[in-house]
């Protein structure tokens, strides 16, 4: 299974949307150099006030452009970087991945797949109705299925560059379903 990156994107502060960049760096163990969310422990606003001192299981956030447009058949216009997204693919069904999953990107950075991404009611700020678009409910499950893409952590560094290929390695089994982290 392999797809392709779209784009990359990276903030020095925090804000909502992350700037489109011509590439990005990925730090081994700490995440997208010159990004406000890279470090080693938590760096989430709301969850530094009383978790500081976790590891940070959220360093790269991956979107799949495919949501993109979904959103857009939908009357949302969103684009890369837009929902805070370090990283857009296309062609990879980054929400079926495992946890533990390692996506090579390019040819040097790995990251591995920690979880899904939790939404938070600030995407409304950004559009009004926005957050109701980023889970579904599973009537079978009982479940809700979150659309907002992946956290990562970054086993090797490297540049991250739109063009590069994202090819998967799923661990072994038995695989672990994705929750949010």
Known sequence: MSGTVTAVSRNATYAFSKPNHPTINLLAGLGVEDDVHAGRTIRHQFRMTYEPDLPNLRQVHLMHA????????????????????????????LLALPTGTLLRLGGQAVVEVTGLRNPCAKINDFRPGLLGEMFVLDPDAEEFTFK????AIVRHGGPVTPGDTVTVELPPTPHRRLERV
């Open 148 to 151: 907002a893409g992946v956290m």
């Open 66 to 93: 495919e949501l993109f447009d979904e959103l857009a058949r939908k009357g949302f216009d969103v684009s890369a970087g837009r929902l805070g997204e370090n990283i857009t693919t296309r062609g990879v069904d």
